[in-house]
Structures are given as C-alpha cells and as structure tokens.
T-cell receptor
Framework: DAMVIQNPRYQVTQFGKPVTLSCSQT?????MYWYQQKSSQAPKLLFH???????NEADTPDNFQSRRPNTSFCFLDIRSPGLGDAAMYLC???????????????FGDGTRLSIL | AQKITQTQPGMFVQEKEAVTLDCTYD???????LFWYKQPSSGEMIFLIY??????QNATEGRYSLNFQKARKSANLVISASQLGDSAMYFC??????????FGQGTELSVKP
C-alpha cells in the first residue's frame, strides 16, 4: 500500500545533541509537511516543501531545519534540542497545486521525541 | 483571519449510538476544504472525510458523515453506530490556498461499552 513512513517511531536524544527525523513516502505527492504536536494540542506546522521549494512558517525557530533530497524523502533536523522540543513530530504529504484546497494530507505514524 | 473552533474538549457516547462532534469555522475565502481527522492514542493522524466549500451534498464515508451548513459556517462530524475503536481525539481542519491546514483544538471522544 502507498503510504507515509516515519522513522524512528520513538527517538530519545540528549539536550543539545543534534537529531534527525526521517520521512519517506510512496504516494509520489509533490508536497511534504512537518508538524510539531505537543500533548493535548493541535499539530503546529513547522514548514513544508512544494516540490523543491522550501516554505518556512514565520514562527518556526531557527533550531529547526529541513531537507528534501528527492520526491520521496524529507528530513527534519533539530540542531540543538531543548527540553521544550519534546513532542510528537508528524510528517504529511499531499498532492497539491497552487491554489488547491481539496486534497487531504496523508500523515505518517509520527516520531515521538524525548529529550534527556 | 481563518480559524477553526471545536467547542467540545471531551465527549462520551454509548457503544452503538450516534454522536455529533461540533466544528465551526471562519474564513473570507470562497474556496476552501474542510476535513476531519482521527488521532488514536498511538499518535497517527487518520484522514476520515472531506467537504469542499462548493459541494452541495453532505459528504459521507461509511459510518462518518459531515453535516455541512455553509451559512452557519459549521461542519459537524456525525459518527453512526459508535464502536469502542472510535475512542480517539478528533480534529476538524480547513485548508487555505496552497493546501496548508488549519486545525481546531480537537475533541476527545470516549466510547463506553
């Protein structure tokens, strides 16, 4: 089945130690999103790629970076994780086009990040 | 500014009964999409149902239906014949141009046996 896969499912890192979360998709969707979701809150969009074009949200901290080396893969890099970065990180994809509003986003199972 | 409001932080329903989860939205866009997602405690976000702003018929997907009242700017989710596996957090969301989603704060549904 076509899907969105996030690895690992659980990630533990140390305070200040860089960490990378990965996302891959077999849907061949041109848009990929990264969300941060803290306990009992709605997902918060960090950034998204439209093909190779990177779009950062205005309030995303500089500590968060992303790479999309090809259509299938997207990475979230946290350069110096702080305790406040402990959260669920969700990757999503959609088949979209400029101005499009009717395509659902398909999510991976998420990576739960803990900071020691 | 666009906004999604879910006024029910938590809901209980008896197994096999129907339940309605409320969602209102605010937008000045003419074209928009409305979505419902289910998030079990394991964390994955599952797409349930979609309604387009120009769709005249209410969307249905199996036991899920979306009660779309455009004039009232509401897009309530109706789950018929609730099952224990329906216990989860439910998010209403709206797309903006370019496909970005705006989420409501969610409603936690508990199904009682």
């Amino acid at each position: 089945d076509a899907m969105v896969i996030q690895n690992p499912r659980y990630q533990v890192t140390q305070f200040g130690k860089p960490v990378t979360l990965s996302c891959s998709q077999t849907l061949n969707h041109n848009v990929m999103y990264w969300y941060q979701q803290k306990s009992s809150q709605a997902p918060k969009l960090l950034f998204h790629y439209y093909d190779k074009d990177f779009n950062n949200e205005a309030d995303t901290p500089d500590n968060f970076q992303s790479r999309r080396p090809n259509t299938s893969f997207c990475f979230l890099d946290i350069r110096s994780p702080g305790l406040g970065d402990a959260a669920m990180y969700l990757c999503a994809t959609s088949k979209s086009y400029p101005g499009g509003v009717n395509q659902p986003q398909h999510f991976g199972d998420g990576t739960r990040l803990s900071i020691l | 500014a666009q906004k999604i409001t879910q006024t029910q932080p938590g809901m209980f329903v008896q197994e096999k009964e129907a339940v309605t989860l409320d969602c209102t939205y605010d937008t000045s866009d003419q074209s928009y999409g409305l979505f419902w997602y289910k998030q079990p405690s394991s964390g994955e976000m599952i797409f349930l149902i979609y309604q387009g702003s120009y769709d005249e018929q209410n969307a249905t997907e199996g036991r899920y239906s979306l009660n779309f009242q455009k004039a009232r700017k509401s897009a309530n989710l109706v789950i018929s014949a609730s099952q224990l596996g329906d216990s989860a957090m439910y998010f209403c969301a709206m797309t903006r141009k370019g496909g970005k989603l705006i989420f409501g704060q969610g409603t936690e549904l508990s199904v009682k046996p």
